[in-house]
């Protein structure tokens, strides 16, 4: 748990990289070119767990049943072919599919035989770089993590912002594919390198492939695509509607909201980095009593961090954005707090269905998320036509409800594994959420939101997780960040 600590220091020096950035992004790109950008996003997430062939969900569980060091490189090894192949996979389908037909084009909103054949290669670079990072993660490796992080957050403006203020905005769109391009490939170089370095196997070593465990880890993770694609159509369908519903502009501003609504997704990044492998080792070692009495404190303390997060941002972002945008995107304000409390209950989300993997029960997955992307389109269909943009974040936000009232369910009710105490966490979350709605109504003067801001932070830091994990901190920097400690 304790490289969660570097994870994070990386974690806020890419996020401020983007914060820096983005109002010249948003400056040197108009909200229709934004809009565009957030339909190719949505794209890449909808397709994320198909284009790796669902080795991300396989390859945690098999690593935990290949503890030997030759057989963990068979595993990474075998698994990296077959993500790869799915990417290949992926980005020639979408080539091939955009040039021979005008659907996807038009539905893109992207012309010439170039813009496209720069989104293929994006598709591909984009997955293989994400996979390099997802097995640095994997094998322990934080400062590699990092370096490949930042790489990718530093490059791309570096590239794009110098040539896109000195040609016209017509061809920026254009730039902007190109420089993606090329950030995700030498990020991407990187990777493998710190992979090797780290490892000292070649991911591509043909002597560690194995067909058998393609065949196991094949059936394994695809069983799991429909509801990874379920859940990933819940976080894109938005912006699909509002492609269908709405204008490309609304997008752009949604696209904004969506951005700067990230820093709740990263804080849940950071806790899913740790998380993963901890609980599923936590569990293996330690009796019933002892793992529930911990989950459901992880679980109060988790509730009270990102709900607090998200109600504070949601005081104070209507000021921040109206400093730092131009005025055409500033109804992004209004559309930044349900975003934010979606992705505070996406988070506890990952422990409420801790059950299925204690369990390692596969059954509610489909139903789950197909339940929730059926509320989220329904509530965006009726919401959108009038409320746009906020339309849409409160489909999301009906949808992350949903998940987690039904992980709820299903651990405390359908399960035998443990009970989730959810009374406290629930009360904090009615509180929160009826200070930021009171908010959103009336505009609380800057003293209340100040006194609110104190209280949420002065919480949060005195609670014994927050000051063992300061503890932590000093010891674990101190060391050689060589992969060795976990």
């Known amino acids: 748990m304790q490289s969660v600590i570097v994870y994070t220091i990386g974690g806020l020096a890419e996020q401020l990289v983007g914060v820096l950035v983005s109002p010249l992004m948003t400056r040197l790109l108009s909200p229709d070119q934004y809009g565009v950008l957030g339909l190719i996003a949505a794209f890449f997430s909808t ?38 192949a799915g990417l290949i996979i992926t980005a020639s389908g979408f080539l091939i599919g955009s040039l021979a037909t005008d659907w996807l084009p038009a539905f893109f909103r992207i012309e010439g035989p170039l813009s496209i054949t720069l989104i293929a290669l994006w598709l591909f670079v984009s997955g293989i770089n994400g996979w ?246 329904m509530v965006c269909l009726v919401l959108i036509p009038n409320l746009g943009g906020m339309g849409a974040a409160l489909g999301i936000l009906a949808a992350e409800i949903f998940i987690l009232v039904s992980w709820v369910i299903v651990t405390n009710h359908l399960t035998d594994t443990m009970k989730l105490g959810i009374l406290r966490p629930a009360i904090v979350i009615a509180i929160f959420s009826f200070i930021l709605v009171t908010h959103l109504t009336l505009v609380l003067p800057w003293q209340a939101r100040l006194i609110i801001t104190f209280i949420i932070i002065s919480y949060v830091m005195i609670q014994p997780e927050t000051l063992k994990v300061l503890a932590w901190s000093k010891p674990f920097l101190s060391k050689r960040s060589d992969g060795s400690d976990g």
């Not at 391009?181 to 710190?194: D, H, N, P, Q, R």
Request: contains cysteine; glycine residues 6%; proline residues 5%.
């Open 47 to 84: 397709t994320a767990l198909f284009r790796v062939a669902g080795m991300d969900s396989a390859f945690p569980y098999f690593r935990l049943r290949f503890a030997k060091p030759e057989n963990l490189t068979v595993l990474r090894s075998t698994a990296t072919y077959v993500a790869t």
């Open 132 to 377: 390099y990072l997802y097995i640095l993660r994997y094998e322990n490796l934080p400062i590699g993590f990092i370096k490949v992080s930042l790489i990718k957050a530093i490059l791309l403006p570096l590239l794009f912002i110098p040539i896109a203020w000195l040609i016209s905005s017509d061809n920026r769109l254009i730039v902007f594919f190109l420089a993606s391009v090329v950030t995700y490939m030498i990020s991407s170089a990187k990777g493998l390198k710190e992979i090797h370095g780290g490892t000292g196997v070649c991911l591509y070593d043909r002597n560690l492939f194995s067909a058998p465990l393609t065949k196991e880890m094949l059936t394994y993770g695809l069983v799991l695509v429909p509801s990874g694609f379920f859940y990933a159509m819940i976080t894109v369908s938005d912006r699909y509607l509002l492609a269908w519903l709405s204008d490309t502009a609304e997008i752009g501003v949604y696209s904004l909201a969506l951005s700067i609504s990230g820093l709740l997704l990263m804080l849940k990044g950071w806790f899913n980095l740790a998380w993963g492998p901890y609980i599923i080792e936590f569990i293996q070692k330690n009796p019933r009593e002892i793992y529930e009495k911990t989950i459901n404190q992880i679980m109060f303390y988790v509730t009270v961090l990102f709900t607090g997060v998200a109600l504070i941002l949601g005081l104070w972002i209507h000021e921040a954005i109206t400093f730092i945008y131009p005025k055409s995107f500033a109804k992004a304000s209004l559309i930044v707090p349900p975003l934010l409390m979606s992705g505070a209950l996406s988070g506890l989300s990952l422990i409420a269905n801790v059950s299925v993997i204690i369990a390692q029960i596969k059954t509610y997955h489909p139903i789950v998320y197909g339940g929730a992307l059926l509320f989220n389109v």
